[in-house]
């Protein structure tokens, strides 16, 4: 009877949790639907804390996300999208959407997998449209962009949503714009963004600065005016009462003659007054007059965003009123006395299905508007339509840098002037107010820098340029490994980058003979000099240690490599597959990698910077990610043992023992600098490289003793010799010959003189000698006795 009881109290509470949710998924959907998104992915947040059921919580997730869409909170929303996918992985529509919104974050290589992603799950919508067009339609507009220079206005920009600037009719030096900051000590939140409301603001450039007092016990605080050396944007402030409301205060422009001011307001006039209408107000010499609003449709119907042309009789609105071909519209409507004529939908193409918003008409008569419709670059985008003689309107997009993946919009022109003003939330997804300039022809060269072997980036590295015309100029990348300088036009470039613990790197570029701007786009990667680097493309015939003509063309970028790392000494390492005896494998790989040695010295490389070193099958090939990648029967850290191939199919063995069969490079030193001797091309019977003489250990008579300090490849000279005048050789097998300094008859004068040279960090010691063989240091006492 109590389990009875137990299963049906768990069973009530499960009803009652389900319930809960569902409550609160039934609210964020009311509230959605209203346009109160601020306060719909609030309830639909703790709708997802509540449930439990997958399948829900994907639903959930997915409605918050779509909020968090609607007021351009893409972080967020990208959030909640991920979460919608996590609980239902074949969620298209969120891999869909998730796509987008990591366009407006400008996480370009995420989108493109979510993409991807989405055309797995729905492979037919390819047909129709493929989504990922708008990654390359973005990388060709970004590397060859408009004429047109832009930067952010940080002179009255805040951490608020900042938008829709405007002149004040002529007068540049006076602006007017919208802004979410707090304008009193008791601002309302808006339910829709969650944001203040936004009201009109006003800036002046001027040099007039006002400088306040610091407030002191008793006293006011008091202003007064300073005049500066430089020009700037004066501190905004609040253009008033009579036009600033409890509502939302928008878009807005001057009449011709700048005595009227046109701006979209949510205030209620009447009960049935719906959504935003557009209101005009009197400027005064002591203030604004008083607020009419324009009987441009019914009250039941929204408008706002208006624009004025020059001669004052027309005006442009938008309106997602009937008649119109989806979302919001642009219309316009006639003056008549002092009314307006009925609205007139501007037709197609400069509307869309999608939302058309904040019209410019440009004192020529070309209309500049933003849009969301599919052929731009993400969010809103700003668009130029000019009229032809036939009277069609050709509306084109104005691509980067005018635009970018984030909203981009009202973009305002000074009178008869290329330049103005737009709004942009390119900047950490808030809205901000930019400025632009037409310019001549620029370029720039966009560049990443990554670690070759992981492309992971590397901060921080740094940039030389040197361009044809001698200039030099340096530079550092970012945090993120991005670094943007600017080029001249008719100039070629070499841009060298450099970060400690990898050999330096390079790019070339050329603006000779362009004429249309372009940003040069390039990830440079740096090889990290902790591993050994393999060269690819190194070829021999079976059994041959001779280079083939492709292994040379393929060694021309080491030297170039040696080249542009001119403090690097480097061991060249040829490995071989398990093929053959053991002694045979190590034999061969010493002399390819002797070859290799040779013809780099034949390409000017100096001698003492490269030491060849034959490893056999000593040691095989370790995966790495990269080629896990590429070989889908092998895992990042595989080592390529004899045993590890042996439990492979047949083709997969042959193409383990090709990828153990490599030639690879390790740097030994970075501080390499070139001695008297370094130009000359040692022979394995050399006796005398410039001044340091050689001599064989076999021409010293009688016991002796003498220090080692090295045992080397006997067809290598080391660069360790340049130290000493006089040096000794022997043998030791073979293949390898011992280096030492010195012949002493004593064994402590010996030991003494082992000590001070193993203190420059060469790993020194004694050895006994007769007639030209090592003996122990019992049989020297004896025979010295």
């Given at each position: 009877?109590?389990?009875?009881?137990?299963?049906?109290?768990?069973?009530?509470?499960?009803?009652?949790?389900?319930?809960?949710?569902?409550?609160?998924?039934?609210?964020?959907?009311?509230?959605?639907?209203?346009?109160?998104?601020?306060?719909?992915?609030?309830?639909?947040?703790?709708?997802?804390?509540?449930?439990?059921?997958?399948?829900?919580?994907?639903?959930?997730?997915?409605?918050?996300?779509?909020?968090?869409?609607?007021?351009?909170?893409?972080?967020?929303?990208?959030?909640?999208?991920?979460?919608?996918?996590?609980?239902?992985?074949?969620?298209?529509?969120?891999?869909?959407?998730?796509?987008?919104?990591?366009?407006?974050?400008?996480?370009?290589?995420?989108?493109?997998?979510?993409?991807?992603?989405?055309?797995?799950?729905?492979?037919?919508?390819?047909?129709?449209?493929?989504?990922?067009?708008?990654?390359?339609?973005?990388?060709?507009?970004?590397?060859?962009?408009?004429?047109?220079?832009?930067?952010?206005?940080?002179?009255?920009?805040?951490?608020?949503?900042?938008?829709?600037?405007?002149?004040?009719?002529?007068?540049?030096?006076?602006?007017f714009f919208s802004s979410t900051r707090k304008l009193n000590d008791k601002p309302k939140k808006d339910g829709v963004t969650g944001d203040f409301h936004s009201n009109i603001f006003e800036s002046h450039f001027s040099n007039e600065v006002i400088r306040k007092s610091k407030k002191r016990k008793g006293k006011e605080a008091t202003s007064r005016k300073v005049i500066v050396d430089t020009y700037q944007w004066s501190k905004a402030r609040g253009v008033g009462d009579t036009i600033n409301s409890d509502w939302n205060e928008?878009?807005?422009?001057?009449?011709?003659?700048?005595?009227?001011?046109?701006?979209?307001?949510?205030?209620?006039?009447?009960?049935?007054?719906?959504?935003?209408?557009?209101?005009?107000?009197?400027?005064?010499?002591?203030?604004?007059?008083?607020?009419?609003?324009?009987?441009?449709?019914?009250?039941?119907?929204?408008?706002?965003?208006?624009?004025?042309?020059?001669d004052g009789n027309i005006l442009y609105f938008v309106s997602d009123m009937p008649g119109g071909y989806g979302g919001n519209d642009i219309w316009m409507a006639k003056k008549s006395g002092s009314s307006w004529s009925e609205p007139q939908n501007m037709g197609r193409p400069i509307n869309s299905p999608n939302n058309e918003l904040f019209p410019f008409i440009k004192n020529n008569g070309d209309l500049f508007f933003a849009s969301d419709r599919k052929e731009g670059m993400g969010g809103l985008d700003i668009y130029q339509?000019?009229?032809?003689?036939?009277?069609?309107?050709?509306?084109?997009?104005?691509?980067?840098?005018?635009?970018?993946?984030?909203?981009?919009?009202?973009?305002?022109?000074?009178?008869?002037?290329?330049?103005?003003?737009?709004?942009?939330?390119?900047?950490?997804?808030?809205?901000?107010?930019?400025?632009?300039?037409?310019?001549?022809?620029?370029?720039?060269?966009?560049?990443?820098?990554?670690?070759?072997?992981?492309?992971?980036?590397?901060?921080?590295?740094?940039?030389?340029?040197?361009?044809?015309?001698?200039?030099?100029?340096?530079?550092?990348?970012?945090?993120?490994?991005?670094?943007?300088?600017?080029?001249?036009?008719?100039?070629?470039?070499?841009?060298?980058?450099?970060?400690?613990?990898?050999?330096?790197?390079?790019?070339?570029?050329?603006?000779?003979?362009?004429?249309?701007?372009?940003?040069?786009?390039?990830?440079?990667?740096?090889?990290?000099?902790?591993?050994?680097?393999?060269?690819?493309?190194?070829?021999?015939?079976?059994?041959?240690?001779?280079?083939?003509?492709?292994?040379?063309?393929?060694?021309?970028?080491?030297?170039?490599?040696?080249?542009?790392?001119?403090?690097?000494?480097?061991?060249?390492?040829?490995?071989?597959?398990?093929?053959?005896?053991?002694?045979?494998?190590?034999?061969?790989?010493?002399?390819?990698?002797?070859?290799?040695?040779?013809?780099?010295?034949?390409?000017?490389?100096?001698?003492?910077?490269?030491?060849?070193?034959?490893?056999?099958?000593?040691?095989?090939?370790?995966?790495?990610?990269?080629?896990?990648?590429?070989?889908?029967?092998?895992?990042?850290?595989?080592?390529?043992?004899?045993?590890?191939?042996?439990?492979?199919?047949?083709?997969?063995?042959?193409?383990?023992?090709?990828?153990?069969?490599?030639?690879?490079?390790?740097?030994?030193?970075?501080?390499?600098?070139?001695?008297?001797?370094?130009?000359?091309?040692?022979?394995?019977?050399?006796?005398?490289?410039?001044?340091?003489?050689?001599?064989?250990?076999?021409?010293?008579?009688?016991?002796?003793?003498?220090?080692?300090?090295?045992?080397?490849?006997?067809?290598?000279?080391?660069?360790?010799?340049?130290?000493?005048?006089?040096?000794?050789?022997?043998?030791?097998?073979?293949?390898?010959?011992?280096?030492?300094?010195?012949?002493?008859?004593?064994?402590?004068?010996?030991?003494?003189?082992?000590?001070?040279?193993?203190?420059?960090?060469?790993?020194?010691?004694?050895?006994?000698?007769?007639?030209?063989?090592?003996?122990?240091?019992?049989?020297?006492?004896?025979?010295?006795?």
């Open positions: 009877m109590k389990l009875f009881s137990n299963i049906c109290i768990f069973i009530i509470l499960g009803v009652f949790v389900s319930c809960s949710s569902q409550s609160y998924v039934n609210r964020g959907d009311k509230m959605a639907q209203s346009g109160q998104y601020y306060y719909a992915q609030g309830l639909y947040e703790k709708a997802y804390k509540k449930s439990k059921d997958k399948e829900l919580k994907a639903d959930i997730a997915f409605k918050a996300a779509s909020c968090f869409d609607q007021v351009n909170e893409v972080r967020k929303a990208s959030s909640w999208y991920r979460r919608a996918i996590l609980n239902r992985d074949t969620f298209s529509n969120a891999v869909l959407n998730l796509a987008y919104a990591e366009v407006k974050n400008g996480k370009m290589e995420e989108a493109e997998e979510n993409f991807w992603e989405y055309l797995d799950l729905k492979p037919e919508a390819k047909a129709e449209n493929d989504p990922s067009e708008i990654l390359k339609r973005i990388n060709t507009w970004e590397e060859y962009p408009g004429r047109y220079k832009v930067e952010i206005l940080n002179d009255f920009n805040s951490s608020g949503s900042d938008f829709c600037p405007v002149y004040m009719g002529k007068d540049t030096n006076v602006i928008g878009a807005a422009c001057f009449s011709p003659e700048a005595d009227v001011l046109y701006f979209t307001s949510s205030r209620k006039i009447t009960k049935d007054n719906q959504g935003t209408k557009i209101f005009a107000v009197q400027r005064q010499e002591d203030g604004w007059g008083s607020v009419a609003q324009l009987d441009l449709v019914p009250d039941s119907l929204s408008v706002g965003h208006p624009s004025i042309s020059a339509a000019k009229r032809q003689e036939t009277g069609v309107w050709k509306v084109e997009n104005m691509k980067y840098p005018i635009n970018s993946t984030a909203d981009d919009f009202a973009m305002v022109f000074q009178p008869d002037q290329e330049k103005g003003m737009f709004t942009s939330s390119r900047k950490n997804g808030n809205d901000d107010i930019y400025r632009f300039d037409y310019v001549p022809l620029q370029f720039s060269f966009l560049g990443k820098i990554v670690n070759s072997e992981t492309n992971e980036f590397i901060p921080n590295a740094d940039i030389h340029i040197v361009s044809s015309n001698g200039e030099q100029m340096d530079s550092q990348a970012a945090e993120d490994g991005q670094f943007n300088v600017d080029l001249d036009p008719e100039l070629e470039y070499i841009v060298m980058v450099s970060a400690e613990g990898y050999l330096n790197g390079k790019e070339q570029v050329s603006t000779l003979g362009i004429e249309i701007s372009r940003n040069f786009k390039s990830i440079i990667g740096l090889k990290p000099i902790e591993k050994p680097i393999e060269l690819p493309n190194i070829f021999y015939d079976f059994g041959s240690w001779q280079l083939r003509e492709e292994s040379k063309t393929a060694l021309d970028g080491l030297v170039e490599t040696l080249n542009d790392n001119p403090k690097i000494t480097i061991e060249l390492g040829s490995h071989t597959d398990y093929v053959g005896s053991e002694s045979t494998n190590r034999d061969l790989s010493q002399k390819r990698a002797q070859s290799v040695v040779d013809y780099l010295i034949e390409k000017g490389i100096y001698w003492d910077r490269l030491i060849a070193h034959g490893y056999g099958e000593s040691k095989p090939q370790t995966i790495n990610a990269v080629k896990a990648k590429e070989f889908d029967f092998l895992a990042e850290g595989d080592v390529l043992s004899e045993s590890f191939i042996s439990k492979l199919k047949e083709k997969e063995k042959d193409e383990a023992n090709q990828l153990n069969r490599r030639t690879d490079f390790r740097v030994l030193s970075t501080d390499y600098q070139p001695g008297p001797n370094s130009k000359v091309k040692p022979g394995s019977d050399s006796s005398q490289i410039g001044n340091t003489l050689i001599k064989d250990l076999s021409e010293i008579k009688g016991v002796f003793y003498t220090v080692q300090i090295g045992a080397f490849n006997k067809n290598t000279i080391p660069p360790i010799l340049q130290k000493y005048k006089v040096v000794f050789r022997g043998s030791v097998d073979d293949s390898t010959v011992r280096y030492t300094t010195g012949i002493f008859d004593d064994l402590e004068e010996a030991r003494a003189e082992a000590g001070k040279i193993s203190e420059t960090g060469i790993n020194a010691f004694v050895i006994a000698y007769n007639k030209g063989k090592k003996i122990t240091f019992a049989e020297a006492k004896k025979l010295k006795k």
